[in-house]
């Protein structure tokens, strides 16, 4: 079965609790308890993790090497910043989505940048909560397909 990291990056530890128009009024552990909830249907293992320190997601996404089989991302503001992060998507070689709760287009130009974009398989953005389970649904086709 398709092994999943969701890794959650600075500042997503606060949703639910500010900027509801931009984000929404869900907690990040509401949507972990939905991926939970679609890990028990879909039969994945599926971690979830959140952290608001560059070198603690590079660390999670090193541990993911030969473990997971595949990282759903979301990079928070170090997705427009971070050559480190992509780099370590390179590094550990594991098939990546790159994800946002916004429609980061839609934003400030400087959201339109993303280091992240250049390593993943995919993006997905703008859909809110039910991004993250539309990205597990896509981890788990690209990875078993
Ligand atoms: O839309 C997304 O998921 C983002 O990754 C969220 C980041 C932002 O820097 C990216 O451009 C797009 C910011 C997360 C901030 O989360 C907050 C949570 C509660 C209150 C305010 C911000």
New binding site residues.
Partial sequence: MTSILILNGP??N??G???PEV?GATSLSDIEQNCANWSAKSGCPVTFAQSNHEGALIDHIHAARNVRDGIIL????Y??TSIALMDAISSVGIPTIEL???N?HA?EDY?HVSYIAKVAIGII?GFGPQGYIMALEAIKSHVED
């Fill in positions: 500042n997503l606060l949703l609790t500010r900027q984000y979301n990079a928070g503001a997705t427009h946002h709760l916004s980061v934003r959201r953005c």
